[in-house]
């Protein structure tokens, strides 16, 4: 029997992609869904992960440097991240969100993020979890972020609001002054 021929880093890439669309399909996302609400499956689970033990045992590793870096290793991968580039961007950004400048020793493990770029899959920096939702929900905006920060300042300093209200005050107080004149 011949043996098979490992994968070229194309090969792996097109196989990641048709399974990336594939699992993004409506359909596929409610098989999985309705799959996971089973009873059975979700009783499977908690007796897999559901013990205090076993939680614990989970909460220690992640605390080791091994789980850490395994941890961090997972997903970053698919983010075109390496565990070399994390530790090297930490140093660089001074162990801080590239954005906020607030130290990642504050945040907890959960709130940093790998920001990359979605169409080209090239790492751009460590975020906190602020940030990177922020930089994404002015992304889908469609508005450059100089004039997201322009029309956002504007309206902070003049919410409309306080014009309603002024309006609102103006009118209440003019009905209350009619009825003491009847």
Same mark, same amino acid.
């Given at each position: 029997?011949?043996?098979?021929q490992p994968l070229t880093d194309e090969q792996r890439a097109k196989a990641r992609e048709r399974a990336r669309r594939y699992n993004a399909k409506p359909d596929v996302i409610e098989a999985r869904k309705a799959y996971y609400r089973r009873p059975?499956?979700?009783? *499977?689970?908690?007796?897999?992960? !559901?013990?205090?033990?076993?939680? =614990? ?8 440097? #091994? %789980? ?33 400048? *607030?130290?990642?020793?504050?945040? !907890?493990?959960?709130?940093?993020? =790998? ?8 790492? #751009? %920096? ?57």
């Open positions: 029997m011949a043996k098979k059975e499956v979700q009783a *499977r689970y908690e007796e897999r992960n !559901g013990s205090e033990d076993w939680k =614990a045992y989970c909460k220690q590793y992640r605390q080791t440097e #091994r %789980g850490r870096d395994i941890l961090k290793d997972s997903g970053l991968r698919q983010r075109g991240f390496t565990l070399e580039l994390w530790n090297t961007l930490t140093k660089l950004q001074g162990n801080a969100c590239a954005i906020c400048r *607030r130290p990642f020793d504050s945040l !907890g493990y959960r709130n940093l993020h =790998a920001d990359h770029c979605h169409e080209e899959m090239r790492p #751009r %920096g460590l975020l906190c979890r602020n940030c990177n939702h922020a930089e994404g929900q002015i992304k889908k905006t469609g508005l450059a972020p100089e004039e997201y920060a322009r029309r956002l300042a504007l309206y902070l300093l003049d919410p409309p609001a306080s014009a309603a209200v002024v309006h609102v005050s103006h009118e209440s107080v003019g009905a209350a002054d009619s009825k003491e004149l009847l």
